[in-house]
T-cell receptor
């Protein structure tokens, strides 16, 4: 089985940086994904980590430590449009993808 | 671009009705998934399928069944709808041939059971 934990809510100011942590326990690891979901819309893919380290994609970066069961998503130069839920998702060896409950990020002017 | 299409955006059904939620993808993906999403609980996996006529139970399969007769189509069936099945239902697909292939989601079906 899998257990995925992430904070429920975070608030930050426009232009700032926010780090969303995700801790997990799993019996079989085959990759960690981050998704963004705006209210009323489907989740969209942000990033993927399967090896330890940092993956950078423009303003968004994601980090993974498999030994610690830990990942974070870093959002830099926050914009109002970044207000959304951010979902940490774990893929197991059978390609099943399990999601955390999501972190709602609110960006204030 | 991958397209995952769910047949209905909104559905209202009565308790005890049999409900079909349809999902079609156009990228020849092997894997297809059905999730439900509820506030505070996130996305929970109901069923998934690796290939035609194959299905695997997810974390909350009770009260649901699925059908995959063609590779592009994955149907979720509520045999006898109940009020606790009121939820947002999301279909997704992905390929096994590319290791970092993400899930591609449909726009969701908001089902209300009265």
């Amino acid at each position: 089985g899998q257990n995925i934990d992430q904070p429920t809510e975070m608030t930050a100011t426009e232009g700032a940086i926010v780090q969303i942590n995700c801790t997990y326990q799993t019996s079989g690891f085959n990759g960690l994904f981050w998704y963004q979901q705006h209210a009323g819309e489907a989740p969209t893919f942000l990033s993927y980590n399967v090896l330890d380290g940092l993956e950078e994609k423009g303003r968004f970066s994601s980090f993974l430590s498999r030994s610690k069961g830990y990942s974070y998503l870093l959002l830099k130069e926050l914009q109002m449009k970044d207000s959304a839920s951010y979902l940490c998702a774990l893929r197991s060896n059978d390609y099943k993808l399990s999601f955390g409950a999501g972190t709602t990020v609110t960006v204030r002017a | 671009d991958v397209k995952v299409t769910q047949s209905s955006r909104y559905l209202v059904k009565r308790t005890g009705e049999k409900v079909f939620l349809e999902c079609v993808q156009d990228m020849d993906h092997e894997n297809m998934f059905w999730y439900r999403q509820d506030p505070g609980l996130g996305l929970r996996l109901i069923y998934f399928s690796y290939d035609v006529k194959m299905k695997e139970k997810g974390d909350i399969p009770e009260g649901y069944s699925v059908s995959r007769e063609k590779k592009e189509r994955f149907s979720l069936i509520l045999e006898s709808a109940s009020t606790n099945q009121t939820s947002m239902y999301l279909c997704a697909s992905t390929t096994r041939t590319v290791p970092n292939s993400p899930l591609h989601f449909g726009n969701g079906t908001r089902l209300t059971v009265t």
